[in-house]
């Protein structure tokens, strides 16, 4: 019988890119068991009322309980930004949530002038509208729906002529207006950061959040005494996923222990 210790971190994300949260946790975290669900069906969440995003959430949050998750990680913006408040007053589980790395870009800049590179439903969200009134009024916010992104990555179109040409659309006008940081406000987009660094070269900064969020998990299942501590235990990594899953497991191919799973959600 397992101890509450030797349960899994639970993560789920709109479709396959919070792997990359999940990466960053593995890394920090190698001992610990995982259960990842992407819900690649429903992607992109951005572009659904916030109903359908509290709702999708809510299912999503069950699955991952129902296989008796420790704690959860909600790695998608827009399902942060939109649910997580309701989320954590209706189930009693630590949630860690996602939000666009503003705060440090703000902090940081030189020019004064930011660009934020995200989801429509987490441009529009109330948390998102807080986070940046509690900004400097003289930094300079460019805010840019990446349209289209979230879609071709889900569809392994990461390198497509079709991404070159979104990103560059996307990304001159912030380049124009003298931003020197890029903040990705979605957890599918560190996977373009290659790509997005070619085009602003190496005078812009592009952070994301998923290193913060790594240590936040660490930092609460300190807190709470949940951190696996068993040191013979081999770790069990289970991605489940409800469309194709060969993307995923392209993104997955260097990860040993790990397991990928269809799973009709």
């Not at 990466?23 to 610990?32: D, F, G, S, V």
């Not at 408040?85 to 939000?99: A, H, S, T």
């Not at 006008?173 to 979605?186: A, F, N, R, T």
Request: glycine content about 6%.
């Amino acid at each position: 019988m397992k101890t509450i210790a030797q349960q899994p971190i639970g993560i789920f994300d709109s479709g396959i890119g919070g792997t990359s949260i999940w990466k960053e946790i593995h890394q920090l975290l190698p001992k610990e068991n995982t259960i990842y669900l992407s819900d690649s069906k429903n992607a992109p969440y951005g572009q659904k009322s916030t109903q359908e995003i509290v709702d999708l959430s809510i299912k999503n949050t069950e699955f991952l309980i129902n296989n008796r998750a420790k704690i959860i990680v909600v790695a998608c913006n827009t399902a942060t930004t939109n649910a997580i408040q309701y989320l954590r007053r209706n189930y009693n589980i630590p949630f860690i949530g996602i939000e666009p790395a503003i705060k440090p870009a703000s902090l940081n800049t030189k020019t004064g002038t930011i660009g934020i590179l995200a989801t429509k439903g987490t441009l529009n969200s109330i948390l998102f509208e807080k986070t940046t009134s509690s900004l400097n009024d003289e930094i300079n916010i460019i805010e840019q729906v990446g349209e289209g992104l979230v879609e071709l990555i889900e569809n392994g179109k990461i390198h497509s002529e079709e991404m070159t040409f979104l990103l560059e659309k996307y990304i001159n006008p912030m380049l124009e207006q003298k931003c020197d940081y890029i903040v990705l406000g979605c957890t599918h987009y560190p996977y373009l950061l290659p790509q997005i660094q070619k085009i602003t070269g190496d005078k812009v900064k592009i952070i994301d959040s998923g290193e913060a969020v790594a240590k936040q998990v660490k930092s609460i299942l300190l807190q709470q005494n949940l951190l696996n501590t068993d040191k013979y235990e081999l770790t069990n990594n289970t991605f489940y996923i409800n469309k194709d899953t060969s993307v995923l497991e392209t993104m997955l191919k260097d990860y040993e222990n790990s397991k990928i799973s269809f799973l009709d959600f």
